[in-house]
């Protein structure tokens, strides 16, 4: 491809992405602003600073966005029925926004310009103020122009305390797993936008991360016994981390309490679901690697080493968590049922989608940003895929008709997966985002109780870019 071609290609992200905003704006209510002096809000900075990603004797700092100029942003706390209140100070110079992903939320802090807020203007703050209703390992994460800015570092991990203590694991520690596309001298590769990318399988860094660091050092003791809260932050990458010879058990997935069970291998996370581990180390020092699955084995992306005097002669029976508080039916009689098809990408079968109001075909599309669609619209957002009454029970079916993985995810909501492929599914947990296979059909159900507007988007970043957005509407 030219260097021409590919500028053009830029335009026609650029202008589209502005159309899809204003489109959405339409429907926006007033942005919440509050003078900076109010007090018992947090402040949250969303600015630019540099990070040591690569250890100094491989390269210089990296220059990121990042919320209070680090990235990942900074562990942010609630507990269950608690209030959090943030107020999102914007000094970068483009706008953002921040989206609380799995929580339970009021519509209005959801996060989601165009949709439940206007973006925060740099220069402007926004007041965030919810109830975080369930205990867990939740994250925020920017929402506008969410590919670029994640990609560059807005997000943090968000951590939800049970109202009463849980003791079943000495400590907790958040491991936030990120890949970055770095160039040769560490800065952030400013190739966001290429529909290389938006139509395979999403930016794919070159360096995986944990806590932001290139293969940093967790420290622990002989025989403690830790809960290990995973959140894969990364634009597109599905992630298999290993443990090594630890005893591992599961103890939570994207926040909500699963069954106590032991783990055999890795644990698979696509981009933005959450794991909770409850993890036992070894009696004696030594080091272990936590390691991600590549084409060529195992590699380690963080060292965790195992030192000083143990905790324990001996570990007590494991105790798993209290059951999540929410509940959904499961076989509900009234349900609603709706249907979400998803087509396109490279090798894909889609001839063309809804666009701007007119069928386009794949070529015009391409143009336009779009390589995607839900329903034969390619990220148009002017109708909801569909309006509940507060209280009803949705199934959605939702088939993968692309050659890609998706990480589908509800805004607001968990739901369970009932069926793959026509089976149903036993024992099905609750999560917000799920890892959907090629040419794999799943039923999800929810209920709608939550009165608002909810984005329903593919968390491959790219991919919700280029076509894969829709969202709806509880009355
Ligand atoms: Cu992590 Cu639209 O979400
Ligand atoms: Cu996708």
């Given at each position: 491809m030219t260097l021409v071609t590919r500028r053009r290609f830029l335009g026609g992200i650029a202008a589209s992405s502005v159309l899809l905003h204003d489109a959405m704006a339409k429907a926006a209510p007033a942005s919440e602003t509050m003078p900076r002096t109010q007090?018992?809000?947090?402040?949250?900075?969303?600015?630019?600073?540099?990070?040591?990603?690569?250890?100094?004797?491989?390269?210089?700092?990296?220059?990121?966005?990042?919320f209070g100029g680090t990235a990942p942003g900074p562990v942010l706390r609630s507990r269950a029925g608690e209030r959090l209140r943030i107020a999102v100070e914007n000094d970068l110079d483009v706008p953002t926004s921040v989206h609380w992903h799995g929580i339970r939320i009021d519509n209005a802090m959801d996060g989601v310009p165009g949709l439940t807020q206007d973006a925060v203007a740099p220069g402007e703050t926004f007041a965030y103020d919810f109830v975080t209703?369930?205990?867990?390992?939740?994250?925020?994460?920017?929402?506008?122009?969410?590919?670029?800015?994640?990609?560059?570092?807005?997000?943090?991990?968000?951590?939800?305390?049970?109202?009463?203590?849980?003791?079943?694991?000495?400590?907790?520690?958040?491991?936030?797993?990120?890949?970055?596309?770095?160039?040769g001298t560490g800065s952030i590769e400013d190739s966001f936008g290429q529909m290389m990318d938006w139509s395979h399988g999403g930016r794919l860094g070159n360096l995986v991360t944990v806590n932001g660091r290139y293969k940093p050092?967790?420290?622990?003791?002989?025989?403690?016994?830790?809960?290990?809260?995973?959140i894969n932050a990364a634009n597109a990458r599905i992630m298999d981390i290993g443990l090594g010879s630890a005893t591992t058990r599961l103890l939570a997935l994207d926040?909500?309490?699963?069954?106590?069970?032991?783990?055999?291998?890795?644990?698979?996370?696509?981009?933005a679901q959450r794991a909770d581990l409850l993890v036992d180390f070894p009696a004696s020092p030594t080091r272990l690697a936590m390691t991600i699955e590549t084409r060529d084995g195992p590699v380690a992306i963080a060292e965790i080493a195992v030192s000083g005097e143990p905790?324990?002669?001996?570990?007590?029976?494991?105790?798993?968590?209290?059951?999540?508080?929410?509940?959904v039916p499961s076989d509900p009689q009234d349900a609603r049922r709706v249907e979400l098809r998803m087509q396109g990408g490279a090798m894909g079968r889609m001839s063309g989608a809804m666009h701007e109001g007119r069928m386009m075909?794949?070529?015009?599309?391409?143009?336009?940003?779009?390589?995607?669609?839900?329903?034969?619209?390619?990220?148009?957002?002017?109708?909801?895929?569909?309006?509940?009454?507060?209280?009803?029970?949705?199934?959605?079916?939702?088939r993968n008709e692309t050659p890609w993985p998706h990480a589908m995810h509800v805004h607001g909501h968990h739901f369970r997966v009932v069926s793959r492929d026509g089976a149903s599914v036993v024992d099905p947990v609750l999560r917000d985002?799920?890892?959907?296979?090629?040419?794999?059909?799943?039923?999800?159900?929810?209920?709608?109780?939550?009165?608002?507007?909810?984005?329903?988007?593919?968390?491959?970043?790219?991919h919700a870019a280029a076509g894969m957005m829709t969202w709806f509407e509880t009355v």
């Open positions: 007090a018992d809000f947090e402040r949250l900075h969303a600015r630019k600073a540099t990070a040591a990603i690569l250890p100094a004797d491989i390269g210089p700092p990296t220059p990121i966005w990042g209703p369930d205990p867990g390992t939740y994250w925020y994460h920017s929402h506008d122009r969410s590919w670029e800015q994640n990609a560059r570092g807005l997000h943090g991990a968000l951590i939800v305390d049970e109202a009463e203590p849980w003791e079943g694991a000495d400590r907790d520690i958040v491991l936030v797993v990120d890949d970055w596309r770095l160039t050092r967790v420290a622990v003791r002989p025989h403690e016994r830790v809960r290990l809260r995973l926040g909500m309490a699963t069954p106590l069970a032991d783990m055999a291998g890795p644990v698979r996370m696509a981009p905790v324990r002669a001996q570990f007590p029976a494991p105790i798993g968590l209290p059951a999540a508080g929410l509940s075909d794949v070529r015009a599309l391409v143009e336009a940003g779009r390589i995607w669609s839900f329903n034969g619209v390619a990220g148009d957002m002017d109708e909801p895929l569909a309006r509940f009454e507060r209280g009803r029970t949705a199934i959605v079916k939702i985002t799920d890892l959907m296979m090629p040419d794999e059909t799943i039923e999800i159900t929810f209920v709608a109780d939550n009165p608002g507007k909810w984005l329903v988007h593919c968390h491959m970043l790219e």
